[in-house]
T-cell receptor
Framework: GENVEQHPSTLSVQEGDSAVIKCTYS??????FPWYKQELGKRPQLIID?????GEKKDQRIAVTLNKTAKHFSLHITETQPEDSAVYFC????????????FGQGTELSVKP | NAGVTQTPKFRVLKTGQSMTLLCAQD?????MYWYRQDPGMGLRLIHY???????AKGEVPDGYNVSRLKKQNFLLGLESAAPSQTSVYFC????????????FGEGSRLTVL
């Protein structure tokens, strides 16, 4: 089955700096890669996703890149703000995986003012 | 529109006791999921359902049972609770299989003594 590895587990940046979180996946048939943000005590919420026919997707200050050959994808946050502090999860799934979305271990991002 | 609702929000059990977590969604989603969240381990899929009357095993199904008798409800049961099942449990639903956004409930914190 699919296995998703996420790094780093914790990340601390200064406000205004960029943050990068990286994930690798094992199943080459996976074709959907979402990112979820979970604020303290809250539920995870989708912030951006990318499909395997696209190499990069951007939404304001966040972007996701996908390298299918290497089986890794990354989340980039630019001009970080204190409200970006949260736990971020990457995930992977595919049509041949029976509906299962498998998550990485999570990255706790702390943005210091 | 309540979205995804989980009950109860908190529960303390003694080892060996049984309980059921209820998940209800009002978005007419076909797909429903139960995840558990533990520190440093991300969100791990317990069981999921691709439609009314169907269930399937996820990554960590042992010790849990599920039922999807009605499209809007997905029940997670613990027949004989163990301390290793102390966790935060999240239910989620989605409209599309594999490549659709997951909508999470608020979570249920279970402690097994």
């Amino acid at each position: 089955g699919e296995n998703v590895e996420q790094h780093p587990s914790t990340l601390s940046v200064q406000e205004g700096d960029s943050a990068v979180i990286k994930c690798t996946y094992s199943d080459s048939a996976s074709n959907y890669f979402p990112w979820y943000k979970q604020e303290l005590g809250k539920r995870p919420q989708l912030i951006i996703d990318i499909r395997s026919n696209v190499g990069e997707k951007k939404d304001q200050r966040i972007a996701v890149t996908l390298n299918k050959t290497a089986k890794h994808f990354s989340l980039h946050i630019t001009e970080t703000q204190p409200e970006d502090s949260a736990v971020y999860f990457c995930a992977a799934s595919g049509y041949n995986q029976g509906g299962k979305l498998i998550f990485g271990q999570g990255t706790e991002l702390s943005v210091k003012p | 529109n309540a979205g995804v609702t989980q009950t109860p929000k908190f529960r303390v059990l003694k080892t060996g006791q049984s309980m059921t977590l209820l998940c209800a969604q009002d978005m007419n989603h076909e797909y429903m999921y139960w995840y558990r969240q533990d520190p440093g381990m991300g969100l791990r899929l317990i069981h999921y359902s691709v439609g009314e009357g169907t269930t399937a095993k996820g990554e960590v199904p042992d010790g849990y049972n599920v039922s999807r008798l009605k499209k809007q409800n997905f029940l997670l049961g613990l027949e004989s609770a163990a301390p290793s099942q102390t966790s935060v449990y999240f239910c989620a639903s989605s409209f599309r299989q594999s490549t659709g956004e997951l909508f999470f409930g608020e979570g249920s914190r279970l402690t097994v003594l």
